[in-house]
Protein backbone atom coordinates (compact mmCIF):
# COMPACT_ATOMS: atom_id res chain seq x y z
CA UNK A 1 0.00 0.00 0.00
CA UNK A 2 1.58 3.16 -0.83
CA UNK A 3 0.28 6.32 1.02
CA UNK A 4 -1.26 9.11 -0.40
CA UNK A 5 1.03 11.96 0.23
CA UNK A 6 3.50 9.98 -1.99
CA UNK A 7 1.23 9.07 -4.79
CA UNK A 8 0.67 12.34 -5.88
CA UNK A 9 1.87 15.68 -5.39
CA UNK A 10 0.21 18.36 -4.27
CA UNK A 11 -0.25 19.56 -7.68
CA UNK A 12 -2.11 16.31 -8.29
CA UNK A 13 0.43 14.88 -10.88
CA UNK A 14 1.65 11.44 -10.74
CA UNK A 15 4.92 10.78 -8.40
CA UNK A 16 7.05 7.81 -9.83
CA UNK A 17 8.45 5.62 -6.94
CA UNK A 18 11.54 4.15 -6.14
CA UNK A 19 14.90 4.97 -8.76
CA UNK A 20 14.36 6.65 -11.59
CA UNK A 21 16.59 4.28 -13.77
CA UNK A 22 15.76 3.11 -17.43
CA UNK A 23 15.60 -0.40 -15.97
CA UNK A 24 12.97 0.96 -13.23
CA UNK A 25 10.87 2.29 -15.89
CA UNK A 26 8.41 -0.79 -15.77
CA UNK A 27 8.05 -0.26 -12.08
CA UNK A 28 6.78 3.07 -12.50
CA UNK A 29 3.98 2.89 -10.37
CA UNK A 30 1.06 5.68 -10.83
CA UNK A 31 -1.31 6.29 -8.44
CA UNK A 32 -4.72 4.37 -9.67
CA UNK A 33 -8.17 4.81 -7.53
CA UNK A 34 -7.56 1.37 -6.82
CA UNK A 35 -4.37 2.52 -4.32
CA UNK A 36 -6.60 5.32 -2.92
CA UNK A 37 -9.82 2.71 -2.34
CA UNK A 38 -8.87 -0.65 -2.20
CA UNK A 39 -5.44 -0.38 -0.37
CA UNK A 40 -5.38 2.42 1.90
CA UNK A 41 -9.15 2.99 2.90
CA UNK A 42 -10.22 5.33 4.13
CA UNK A 43 -7.35 7.33 4.61
CA UNK A 44 -7.41 11.38 6.31
CA UNK A 45 -10.65 13.39 6.13
CA UNK A 46 -10.33 14.29 2.60
CA UNK A 47 -13.24 13.06 0.43
CA UNK A 48 -11.63 10.31 -2.45
CA UNK A 49 -11.49 12.27 -5.27
CA UNK A 50 -11.96 10.48 -8.45
CA UNK A 51 -9.03 10.75 -11.39
CA UNK A 52 -10.03 12.52 -14.18
CA UNK A 53 -9.51 10.96 -17.54
CA UNK A 54 -7.18 14.00 -18.60
CA UNK A 55 -5.35 12.98 -15.21
CA UNK A 56 -5.07 9.83 -16.63
CA UNK A 57 -3.51 10.75 -19.97
CA UNK A 58 -1.27 13.71 -18.56
CA UNK A 59 0.19 10.69 -16.33
CA UNK A 60 0.66 8.54 -19.93
CA UNK A 61 2.53 11.27 -21.38
CA UNK A 62 4.72 11.57 -18.27
CA UNK A 63 5.23 8.28 -18.16
CA UNK A 64 6.22 7.99 -22.35
CA UNK A 65 8.46 10.97 -21.21
CA UNK A 66 10.05 10.21 -18.24
CA UNK A 67 10.90 6.75 -20.09
CA UNK A 68 12.50 7.51 -22.70
CA UNK A 69 14.61 10.59 -21.31
CA UNK A 70 17.91 10.22 -19.52
CA UNK A 71 17.31 9.12 -16.18
CA UNK A 72 19.58 11.70 -13.87
CA UNK A 73 19.20 9.00 -10.75
CA UNK A 74 21.08 6.25 -12.54
CA UNK A 75 25.06 5.79 -10.90
CA UNK A 76 27.13 6.47 -12.94
CA UNK A 77 28.79 3.43 -12.63
CA UNK A 78 26.48 0.92 -14.25
CA UNK A 79 26.29 -2.44 -13.76
CA UNK A 80 27.13 -4.92 -16.37
CA UNK A 81 23.52 -6.67 -15.72
CA UNK A 82 21.94 -3.45 -16.72
CA UNK A 83 23.96 -2.60 -19.59
CA UNK A 84 22.04 -2.33 -23.26
CA UNK A 85 22.98 -5.05 -25.47
CA UNK A 86 23.48 -2.41 -27.95
CA UNK A 87 26.00 0.10 -25.97
CA UNK A 88 29.12 0.32 -27.36
CA UNK A 89 32.33 -2.60 -26.67
CA UNK A 90 34.08 -2.10 -23.45
CA UNK A 91 37.10 0.22 -24.40
CA UNK A 92 38.80 -2.53 -21.47
CA UNK A 93 40.03 -5.59 -23.29
CA UNK A 94 42.42 -8.26 -21.30
CA UNK A 95 44.05 -10.28 -24.14
CA UNK A 96 45.07 -13.52 -22.85
CA UNK A 97 48.14 -15.40 -24.36
CA UNK A 98 47.84 -18.93 -23.43
CA UNK A 99 48.70 -21.96 -25.15
CA UNK A 100 46.62 -24.49 -27.26
CA UNK A 101 45.67 -26.72 -24.41
CA UNK A 102 44.77 -23.83 -21.87
CA UNK A 103 42.77 -22.00 -24.08
CA UNK A 104 41.00 -25.10 -25.55
CA UNK A 105 40.75 -25.90 -21.64
CA UNK A 106 39.02 -21.98 -20.88
CA UNK A 107 36.98 -22.60 -23.94
CA UNK A 108 35.31 -25.46 -22.54
CA UNK A 109 34.74 -23.75 -19.00
CA UNK A 110 33.34 -21.10 -20.54
CA UNK A 111 30.43 -23.14 -22.20
CA UNK A 112 29.72 -25.18 -19.40
CA UNK A 113 29.17 -22.01 -17.76
CA UNK A 114 27.19 -20.98 -20.46
CA UNK A 115 25.17 -23.89 -20.58
CA UNK A 116 24.63 -24.52 -16.95
CA UNK A 117 23.11 -20.77 -17.00
CA UNK A 118 20.84 -21.85 -19.92
CA UNK A 119 17.53 -19.49 -18.24
CA UNK A 120 19.68 -16.23 -19.46
CA UNK A 121 18.74 -16.54 -22.98
CA UNK A 122 20.38 -12.90 -23.33
CA UNK A 123 23.61 -14.55 -21.68
CA UNK A 124 23.49 -17.35 -24.03
CA UNK A 125 23.49 -15.68 -27.28
CA UNK A 126 26.61 -13.94 -26.22
CA UNK A 127 29.35 -15.37 -28.35
CA UNK A 128 31.87 -17.79 -25.65
CA UNK A 129 34.75 -16.21 -24.78
CA UNK A 130 34.25 -13.00 -26.51
CA UNK A 131 32.50 -11.11 -22.99
CA UNK A 132 32.72 -12.43 -19.98
CA UNK A 133 30.19 -12.14 -17.73
CA UNK A 134 32.01 -9.13 -15.82
CA UNK A 135 31.88 -7.66 -19.28
CA UNK A 136 35.09 -7.80 -20.18
CA UNK A 137 36.06 -8.33 -23.23
CA UNK A 138 38.55 -11.61 -23.47
CA UNK A 139 40.84 -12.53 -26.37
CA UNK A 140 41.64 -16.00 -26.49
CA UNK A 141 45.00 -15.91 -28.53
CA UNK A 142 46.21 -19.08 -29.21
CA UNK A 143 50.16 -19.93 -29.39
CA UNK A 144 53.63 -20.27 -26.38
CA UNK A 145 52.96 -17.96 -23.79
CA UNK A 146 55.27 -15.17 -23.16
CA UNK A 147 58.69 -16.92 -21.11
CA UNK A 148 58.79 -16.34 -17.40
CA UNK A 149 60.82 -14.13 -16.31
CA UNK A 150 64.50 -15.21 -14.76
CA UNK A 151 63.98 -14.41 -11.28
CA UNK A 152 67.80 -14.31 -11.30
CA UNK A 153 71.32 -15.77 -11.41
CA UNK A 154 70.45 -17.29 -7.50
CA UNK A 155 67.30 -19.32 -8.49
CA UNK A 156 69.10 -20.79 -11.67
CA UNK A 157 72.03 -21.91 -9.67
CA UNK A 158 70.24 -23.04 -6.33
CA UNK A 159 70.72 -26.94 -7.62
CA UNK A 160 74.51 -26.28 -6.81
CA UNK A 161 73.18 -25.91 -2.94
CA UNK A 162 71.39 -29.30 -2.93
CA UNK A 163 73.10 -32.56 -1.44
CA UNK A 164 72.14 -34.68 -4.15
CA UNK A 165 74.35 -32.59 -7.09
CA UNK A 166 77.37 -32.87 -4.79
CA UNK A 167 76.54 -36.47 -4.35
CA UNK A 168 76.49 -36.60 -8.30
CA UNK A 169 79.42 -34.92 -8.98
CA UNK A 170 81.60 -36.93 -6.28
CA UNK A 171 80.35 -40.09 -7.74
CA UNK A 172 80.94 -39.33 -11.45
CA UNK A 173 84.57 -38.23 -10.46
CA UNK A 174 85.14 -41.40 -8.46
CA UNK A 175 83.88 -43.13 -11.07
CA UNK A 176 85.91 -41.58 -13.80
CA UNK A 177 89.28 -41.55 -11.52
CA UNK A 178 88.67 -45.37 -11.01
CA UNK A 179 88.55 -46.16 -15.08
CA UNK A 180 91.27 -43.87 -15.63
CA UNK A 181 93.19 -45.56 -13.20
CA UNK A 182 92.42 -49.35 -14.69
CA UNK A 183 92.58 -48.42 -17.51
CA UNK A 184 96.48 -47.15 -17.23
CA UNK A 185 97.33 -49.84 -15.37
CA UNK A 186 95.70 -52.19 -18.15
CA UNK A 187 97.30 -50.57 -20.96
CA UNK A 188 100.86 -49.59 -20.08
CA UNK A 189 103.27 -50.27 -21.98
CA UNK A 190 105.63 -53.26 -19.68
CA UNK A 191 109.29 -52.28 -20.43
CA UNK A 192 111.15 -55.27 -21.07
CA UNK A 193 113.84 -56.62 -18.75
CA UNK A 194 117.20 -56.46 -20.03
CA UNK A 195 118.06 -59.66 -19.32
CA UNK A 196 115.77 -60.57 -22.69
CA UNK A 197 118.22 -59.29 -25.28
CA UNK A 198 116.04 -60.85 -27.95
CA UNK A 199 113.16 -58.75 -26.58
CA UNK A 200 109.68 -58.91 -25.31
CA UNK A 201 106.81 -60.26 -27.64
CA UNK A 202 103.08 -60.97 -27.15
CA UNK A 203 100.70 -59.29 -24.27
CA UNK A 204 102.15 -56.93 -22.06
CA UNK B 1 64.60 -52.57 6.53
CA UNK B 2 65.61 -56.52 6.61
CA UNK B 3 65.29 -56.32 2.10
CA UNK B 4 67.41 -53.01 2.25
CA UNK B 5 70.06 -54.63 4.82
CA UNK B 6 69.84 -58.13 2.54
CA UNK B 7 70.40 -56.09 -0.97
CA UNK B 8 73.51 -54.25 1.01
CA UNK B 9 74.94 -57.83 1.30
CA UNK B 10 74.15 -59.39 -1.86
CA UNK B 11 76.12 -55.68 -3.03
CA UNK B 12 78.58 -56.66 -1.07
CA UNK B 13 79.14 -59.84 -1.70
CA UNK B 14 78.80 -59.15 -5.51
CA UNK B 15 81.83 -56.68 -5.06
CA UNK B 16 83.77 -59.40 -3.00
CA UNK B 17 83.56 -61.38 -5.99
CA UNK B 18 84.79 -59.17 -8.57
CA UNK B 19 87.76 -58.40 -6.89
CA UNK B 20 88.31 -61.85 -6.05
CA UNK B 21 88.33 -62.84 -9.76
CA UNK B 22 90.61 -59.73 -10.16
CA UNK B 23 93.00 -60.93 -7.54
CA UNK B 24 92.92 -64.36 -9.27
CA UNK B 25 94.34 -63.86 -12.00
CA UNK B 26 91.54 -62.87 -14.06
CA UNK B 27 92.79 -60.90 -17.29
CA UNK B 28 96.20 -61.16 -16.20
CA UNK B 29 99.09 -62.10 -18.17
CA UNK B 30 101.01 -65.08 -18.46
CA UNK B 31 104.61 -65.53 -19.73
CA UNK B 32 107.24 -67.53 -21.25
CA UNK B 33 110.77 -67.00 -20.89
CA UNK B 34 112.14 -68.55 -23.40
CA UNK B 35 115.83 -69.50 -24.17
CA UNK B 36 117.00 -70.30 -28.20
CA UNK B 37 119.77 -73.18 -27.75
CA UNK B 38 121.71 -74.56 -30.89
CA UNK B 39 122.61 -78.31 -30.50
CA UNK B 40 125.36 -79.82 -31.23
CA UNK B 41 129.17 -78.74 -31.78
CA UNK B 42 127.58 -76.16 -34.04
CA UNK B 43 125.95 -74.81 -30.63
CA UNK B 44 129.16 -74.42 -29.12
CA UNK B 45 131.30 -72.35 -32.32
CA UNK B 46 131.18 -68.61 -31.73
CA UNK B 47 132.59 -67.70 -35.74
CA UNK B 48 129.00 -70.48 -36.42
CA UNK B 49 126.65 -67.80 -34.40
CA UNK B 50 128.10 -65.10 -36.66
CA UNK B 51 126.76 -66.47 -39.67
CA UNK B 52 122.83 -66.02 -37.88
CA UNK B 53 121.36 -62.99 -39.83
CA UNK B 54 117.94 -63.46 -38.30
CA UNK B 55 115.46 -65.41 -35.99
CA UNK B 56 112.13 -65.77 -36.73
CA UNK B 57 109.68 -67.15 -34.44
CA UNK B 58 105.83 -68.27 -34.54
CA UNK B 59 103.82 -69.29 -31.88
CA UNK B 60 100.89 -70.89 -31.93
CA UNK B 61 98.17 -72.53 -28.95
CA UNK B 62 96.79 -70.53 -26.25
CA UNK B 63 97.75 -67.35 -27.61
CA UNK B 64 96.70 -63.80 -27.27
CA UNK B 65 98.62 -61.95 -29.52
CA UNK B 66 100.97 -61.92 -32.18
CA UNK B 67 102.03 -64.97 -33.40
CA UNK B 68 105.04 -64.81 -35.77
CA UNK B 69 107.64 -62.07 -34.92
CA UNK B 70 111.67 -61.87 -35.52
CA UNK B 71 114.19 -61.85 -32.14
CA UNK B 72 115.52 -58.54 -32.11
CA UNK B 73 119.05 -57.87 -31.59
CA UNK B 74 120.60 -60.15 -34.45
CA UNK B 75 122.93 -59.93 -36.41
CA UNK B 76 124.43 -59.67 -33.42
CA UNK B 77 127.52 -57.54 -33.40
CA UNK B 78 131.07 -59.04 -33.25
CA UNK B 79 132.23 -58.18 -30.05
CA UNK B 80 128.74 -59.52 -28.45
CA UNK B 81 129.26 -62.39 -25.80
CA UNK B 82 126.59 -65.08 -25.84
CA UNK B 83 125.51 -66.74 -22.48
CA UNK B 84 126.05 -70.12 -21.90
CA UNK B 85 123.75 -73.13 -20.75
CA UNK B 86 124.96 -76.32 -18.94
CA UNK B 87 127.43 -78.39 -21.32
CA UNK B 88 128.60 -75.11 -22.91
CA UNK B 89 125.70 -74.54 -25.04
CA UNK B 90 125.57 -71.19 -26.55
CA UNK B 91 122.31 -69.42 -25.79
CA UNK B 92 121.68 -67.58 -29.09
CA UNK B 93 118.59 -65.23 -27.41
CA UNK B 94 116.42 -65.34 -25.23
CA UNK B 95 113.23 -63.65 -25.28
CA UNK B 96 109.54 -63.22 -23.20
CA UNK B 97 106.21 -64.10 -24.52
CA UNK B 98 103.28 -63.10 -23.14
CA UNK B 99 99.67 -64.70 -23.32
CA UNK B 100 96.54 -63.30 -22.28
CA UNK B 101 95.57 -66.98 -21.41
CA UNK B 102 94.98 -68.57 -18.80
CA UNK B 103 95.76 -72.05 -18.96
CA UNK B 104 97.06 -74.11 -21.90
CA UNK B 105 99.79 -74.77 -23.75
CA UNK B 106 101.87 -72.40 -26.09
CA UNK B 107 103.94 -73.57 -29.15
CA UNK B 108 107.05 -72.05 -30.25
CA UNK B 109 108.12 -72.37 -33.29
CA UNK B 110 111.89 -71.30 -34.09
CA UNK B 111 113.58 -71.06 -37.46
CA UNK B 112 117.37 -69.70 -37.51
CA UNK B 113 118.48 -67.89 -40.90
CA UNK B 114 121.16 -66.83 -42.61
CA UNK B 115 121.29 -63.54 -44.60
CA UNK B 116 119.93 -65.39 -47.58
CA UNK B 117 117.01 -66.22 -45.25
CA UNK B 118 117.77 -69.73 -45.73
CA UNK B 119 116.93 -72.12 -42.74
CA UNK B 120 120.68 -72.50 -40.56
CA UNK B 121 118.90 -74.45 -37.75
CA UNK B 122 115.21 -74.98 -36.97
CA UNK B 123 112.91 -76.69 -33.94
CA UNK B 124 110.04 -76.19 -31.73
CA UNK B 125 108.69 -76.75 -28.28
CA UNK B 126 105.84 -76.03 -25.84
CA UNK B 127 104.74 -74.81 -22.78
CA UNK B 128 102.28 -74.82 -20.19
CA UNK B 129 100.50 -71.87 -18.81
CA UNK B 130 100.87 -71.04 -15.43
CA UNK B 131 97.99 -68.01 -14.84
CA UNK B 132 99.86 -64.96 -14.01
CA UNK B 133 103.61 -66.33 -13.92
CA UNK B 134 106.43 -66.51 -15.55
CA UNK B 135 107.29 -69.83 -17.04
CA UNK B 136 111.38 -70.24 -18.30
CA UNK B 137 111.84 -72.88 -21.41
CA UNK B 138 114.21 -73.33 -23.71
CA UNK B 139 113.47 -74.23 -27.27
CA UNK B 140 117.17 -76.15 -28.99
CA UNK B 141 117.25 -75.35 -32.26
CA UNK B 142 118.93 -78.40 -34.58
CA UNK B 143 121.07 -77.20 -37.54
CA UNK B 144 121.00 -78.24 -41.05
CA UNK B 145 123.65 -80.35 -42.19
CA UNK B 146 124.94 -77.41 -44.21
CA UNK B 147 125.70 -75.24 -40.97
CA UNK B 148 127.63 -78.46 -39.13
Known sequence: MVPRDRLFSRTRTPVICGAM??????????????DREGGGGRQGDSPPRRPSRGRAVLA???LVAVGGAPAFATPSVEGAGARSRNAPALDRTVELRLDGRTAGRLLAETKESDASGGGDKAKADETPGEKGDDGVKMTVTKGAPPASKSTGSEDTFAFVKDWPFWAIVGGVVIVGASVYMINRNSSQDRACPGVYNAGCFGAK | MTSMTSKTRKFLRLGLIGFGLLG?????????????IVSGATGRQRNSMAEVKSVQVNTSGAISDESSFLLQGFPRADNYVYA????????LGRFQYGTGSDSGKVTFDVHVKDGSLNDLASGSADGTIKSGANVAMSVTVDPVDSWK
Not at chain 1, 21 to 34: I, M, Q
Not at chain 2, 25 to 36: K, N
Open chain 1, 21 to 34: TTSTTSKLHVATED
Open chain 2, 24 to 36: AGCGQTSYFSVDV
Open chain 1, 60 to 62: GIL
Open chain 2, 84 to 91: TASGGQII
